[in-house]
Every structure is written in C-alpha cells, then in structure tokens.
Nanobody, 120 residues
Framework: EVQLVESGGALVQPGGSLRLSCVASGFPFSAYGMTWVRQAPGKGPEWVSSIITGGNKTIYLDSVKGRFTISRDNAKNTLYLQMNSLKPEDTAMYYC?????????????WGQGTQVTVSS
C-alpha cells in the first residue's frame, strides 16, 4: 500500500530555516514525480513545488522561489523541501503527494502532513 510520511515541521522564527522530509513506500518511488502542497488555517490547499522523477527539473510557486528548494534521493525513497528565509505567511500544514503537477493534485496518496509555524 502507498505510504507517505512527512516530518521535520516545527515552530520557527521569521527568517529561520527548516528541512521537511517525506519518506515513501509501497510504490516504485523513482518512477514518479513528486509534489509538495500546503494548507494554511482557514484556507484551501495551495500547490508549492514539484519535481520530476530524476530530479533535474523543478517548479515552484512564485512566492517561494529563491527561498525553497525541492529535491529527492531516490536511493532513500525520500523527498525533501529545504525552506529558508521563512515568513509568517508560510505557516501551514505541509503535505507530500505522489505525482508531478502544476496545481493542487487530487487528494489520493497524500501523506498525513507536518506542521510548520513561523512566528516571533
């Protein structure tokens, strides 16, 4: 069965950094693109970033370009999101999802999420 387990979320001050991880199992990880999605309190889900199978092409939400970096380690079945220069508006539950998308994907095969809170 497909499993996606996010971790790494925390409370961090504005300007700080976090690295989120998503460990995948139950499917051939290297054969799928992957996506990060976030959902802030009281708002709908927002697409953040996607990466192709080999990792050499990445796309980002405009508001996180230059601050966030998506990457993957296919040998470890793990997806990452390095987040630098964090802002309060980055506060959200962050989810990984199987597949390469340009917008919010259907909710099939999302993980349980990890909470990121940016506050002073």
């Amino acid at each position: 069965e497909v499993q996606l387990v996010e971790s790494g979320g925390a409370l961090v001050q504005p300007g700080g950094s976090l690295r989120l991880s998503c460990v995948a199992s139950g499917f051939p990880f290297s054969a799928y693109g992957m996506t990060w999605v976030r959902q802030a309190p009281g708002k709908g889900p927002e697409w953040v970033s996607s990466i192709i199978t080999g990792g050499n092409k990445t796309i980002y939400l405009d508001s996180v370009k230059g601050r966030f970096t998506i990457s993957r380690d296919n040998a470890k079945n793990t997806l990452y999101l390095q987040m630098n220069s964090l802002k309060p508006e980055d506060t959200a539950m962050y989810y990984c999802a199987r597949g390469y998308y340009y917008t919010v994907p259907r909710r099939d095969y999302w993980g349980q999420g990890t909470q990121v809170t940016v506050s002073s």
